[in-house]
């Protein structure tokens, strides 16, 4: 699931580092009443992201396409799984019309997972970017991609189109992936990312961290990435969306994620994002830079 859903645990006390203050500012407020006014489809607001108020101050935002139904049940993830809607073939106008009312300077495009379609969506996603270039010459782009179950011809659509930068989310450590993310596998995220970073994109992905996981195996699976060549890395604390998903089994500290950010950079990669309330999208726009 390429999607970054964000929502607050029900049962388990949050320290006081995961307290958010509400976005505030003119160019939120601004921003705010354009995608209330015309309805416009922003996973910051449906996700309730922490950091809104700041990325929206910074001409960033994240928009989600090919509906609001995943194919897939992660234990993570609030997005409701089912059976989608059928494709609305004029989104990607509707999309790059949106990042052009809100002037947006760097938008993040994400999806649900789409198993049920042949292309896997990579037809509305290729068509989205070239929207978005068309109408907003000036925005740098970063694609937030499903896996495509692995398929070369589907992300060959993504590369073909050149978004400034590819991610797609390993989200958690070898251990826990089938029970994360059920229905992917660890080794395909790698092999999506090799082949992304073989074939000229500039990489990203995120991890979360609080579901259990050891030290050793976060290092582990940031040197996986790195060996794939992966330019940007994300980590950040996993918050439960509802009773139905997986516990929080820990809050890490930020001293923890400063650790993992310190480690991270000598590992070579070109920007890494360690805390908290950092999500994927979280200075998206230097990434692309």
């Known amino acids: 699931m390429a999607n970054e859903t964000v929502a607050t ?4 006390k949050k320290p006081k580092w995961l307290r958010v203050k509400l976005p505030v500012g003119k160019k939120y407020t601004e921003l705010r009443g354009l995608v209330d006014k015309y309805k416009l489809n922003t996973i910051c607001t449906s996700g309730s992201c922490p950091n809104m108020g700041e990325c929206w101050g910074e001409g960033t935002a994240t928009f989600m396409i090919l509906g ?12 409701k799984t089912g059976r989608p809607n059928t494709v609305e073939w004029d989104e990607p106008e509707k999309v790059a019309r949106s990042i052009k009312l809100m ?3 760097h938008a993040v495009i994400t999806s649900v997972d789409r198993d049920d379609l042949k292309d896997g969506g990579s037809i509305i996603w290729s068509e989205t970017v070239q929207a978005i270039r068309r109408a907003n010459p000036n925005t740098t782009l970063e694609t937030l991609i499903p896996d495509f179950q692995g398929n070369e011809k589907l992300i060959d659509r993504i590369i073909e189109v050149a978004p400034e930068v590819v991610s797609h989310n390993m989200e958690t450590v070898r251990r826990l992936t089938r029970e994360v993310r059920i ?4 080794d395909r995220s790698l092999g999506v990312l090799k082949y992304l970073k073989d074939n000229g994109m500039r990489t990203k992905s995120g991890i979360m961290l609080g579901l259990g996981e050891t030290e050793d195996e976060v290092i582990k699976t940031m040197k996986d990435l790195r ?6 890395i994300t ?8 009773k139905k998903h997986l516990p929080v089994k820990e809050f890490i500290t930020p001293e ?4 993992y950010e310190t480690l991270g950079l000598e590992m070579g990669f070109m920007y890494v994002e360690s805390g908290a309330l950092v999500r994927s999208s979280y200075k998206a726009h230097k990434h692309a830079s």
């Open 183 to 186: 229905q992917a596998k660890y």
């Open 9 to 12: 645990p029900e049962r388990t």
């Open 103 to 105: 002037n947006i300077k």
């Open 227 to 232: 060996g794939v060549g992966l330019d940007v």
């Open 256 to 259: 923890q994620f400063k650790k």
């Open 68 to 79: 609001n139904t995943c194919t897939r049940s992660c234990g993570f993830c609030g997005v």
């Open 235 to 242: 980590i950040g604390q996993y918050l439960q969306p509802s």
